[in-house]
């Protein structure tokens, strides 16, 4: 090619933007109200993500986040609407003690009795995730904790616990109490014959737990039923969990998603 000839063909080169590049670091605000605005924003978006992957079960489950300016209070989904409609919008803001403090709809009682003592009991706490999500509540009934039968299911080895009792829906606080007591400082719990509940330091974080665990749940039922799993071995599967199992690793995981969803749906943001 001639340079006259090369200069020509740059001339009509479609030239393509870069893709705009994900956050890498968490972000921090100054103003309380700034922050407000960006959990809920996250925790509607997340809300939208568990309405596509499937996890609701009629007027079951909830996300909730920590209030940034008063941290007795959390926000939450309204009752009765289906994950995949929330917007900002229709999020409601209750107290320790089960008043709404801001929003039109009511909430559901589960959720204020296992939530609210969560957030009491782990200041570090910023959001926590629970809903009925096929293979979470299946494998709930096994009455057993992950293996690492997998890299993603390393993220939870060490790192979570049974809560091996069920007496019926969740609606006194003080059973969300010895919920809160059993899930002490791990990241998740599986609720026996319930289902499953994830936390973290961020919407971000706990919603991305609350997906990869359902996934690996799903991903130890198929192996069970195809044969014997091998494990990886303690040495492993703990530098694994150092590795991918950190508050960043949970919340950058997420972000992906995040752009994905905001894409498709900008109305969350209403």
Known sequence: MTETTGAAAREHEVVRPSPKPLPYEIPTFDDPAEERLHRKQR??????????????????????????????????????????????????????????VEGDYAINQAAFAIHSQVHAARPDVIAAAHTHSVHGKAFSSLGRLLDPITQDACSFYGDHVLFDDFTGVVLDPLEGKRIAHALGE????????????????????????????ERSCQAQLLAMAAGEPVLIDHEHAELTQRQIGHHFAGWFSFQPLHRVILRDEPDLLD
């Open 43 to 100: 925790l509607a978006a997340a809300f939208r993500l568990f309405g596509r992957f499937g996890f609701g079960e009629g007027v079951a489950g909830h996300i909730t986040v920590r209030d940034p300016e008063f941290p007795d209070r959390f926000w939450l989904n309204p009752f009765g609407v289906d994950f995949r409609l929330i917007r900002v919008s229709d999020l409601v803001c209750v107290d320790h003690d089960g008043t709404i």
């Open 186 to 213: 791990h990241k998740a719990a599986i609720l026996r014959n319930h289902g499953l509940l994830t936390v973290g330091h961020s919407v971000d974080e706990a919603a991305w737990w609350y997906i990869t665990m």
